[in-house]
């Protein structure tokens, strides 16, 4: 029995890709002003709130359907509204994460409208009825009181298999909670570093520039500086094929990117469609043999909420009911 329960866990923390992501209705979903300080993704359109949440739900729920079709388990957390409207709440993946032995983080997020998003009392039930029971939870949250944030799986890009963690630096990344939470999770190395836009201000989140996938990586290193770019790409290039993709390219989301399995282990990546238009054809080639490209229109969330496809997926690793010995 005790074979058997260390042979699962030694799979289970092998595993780059999730096969179940939470993914959270956009009921409220607005242009946040809060965030808009520091993330250029985001743009004010002339339309009603009415009709944007329209297009916003029309978009999600496509993806949610077509994403269980194609085999990813999907647990739609319809969260309990408080009495904050959270515009960005359609992006979960920045408040928390899960790990293969069962536990649940939550995370200091920067914007006050932001903090608001995080129920785990009412997530952890949504997860149990999914079949993915939380077995412990952890939280960074103290570190609020000094002001120091991060941002989940927006400011972390994971290299689940090589236990290490890839970050851009920002407000949104504190280098003492980054550390912390490395540290507590047991992965063993934290490259970290500076960011550029051509405004001079630091990329808001790394994942919209940056993507790891099992075999690959999608990057746009022009944005790092030199001396800590060739480290990264070195450091990257070790055991993936490494995909630059340019700064134009990154604001199309082409970073925005998630390798996923489904619950029959085929490899499918998830991304928008305005990132598959700009990918090149010889990229998009390079992709596919990483897995079943699987592009989503979420034209209205993209430009509004300046988030994409990956941003709309929390990974979930924990095991499912089934599994568990």
Known sequence: MLKQQAILEKKLSSVQNANCVVMVPPKEFAFNAETAQDNEFQHQVND????????????????VEQLRQAGVQVVVFDYPLGNIETPDAVFPNNWFSTTADGRLYTFPMACKNRQQEVKTEALVEALEFAGRPVLA????????????????????????????????????????????????????????????????????????????????????????????????????????????????????????????????????????????????????????????????????????????VRCMLGEVFLPSRTHQL
Request: charged share 20%.
């Open 48 to 63: 009603t709130t009415g009709h944007i949440r329209q297009l916003a739900m029309q978009e999600f729920n496509t993806m």
């Open 137 to 308: 939870q952890d939280d960074l949250l103290d570190y609020l009181a000094q002001d120091a944030h991060l941002e989940s799986t927006g400011v972390m890009v994971k290299d689940h298999l090589n236990k290490t963690v890839y970050a851009a630096l920002s407000q949104r990344c504190d280098r003492e909670v980054l550390e912390d939470y490395a540290q507590r999770i047991g992965y063993e190395r934290v490259v970290s570093f500076q960011t550029a836009l051509p405004s001079g201000k630091p990329i808001y989140h790394t994942n919209v520039m940056m993507a790891i996938g099992e075999g690959f990586c999608v990057i746009c290193d022009e944005v790092i500086p030199e001396f800590e770019r060739r480290f990264v790409l070195k450091s990257l290039a070790k055991d993936k094929q490494v995909i630059s993709i340019s700064l134009e390219q990154m604001n199309q989301f082409c970073g925005n990117i998630l390798q996923l399995e489904t619950v029959n282990g085929e490899k499918v990546i998830a991304m928008s469609q305005s990132a598959y238009d700009a990918f090149s054809a010889a990229q998009l080639a390079q992709l596919s043999s990483h897995g079943k490209l699987m592009p989503f229109n979420v034209q209205t969330i993209e430009n509004i909420g300046g988030g994409s």
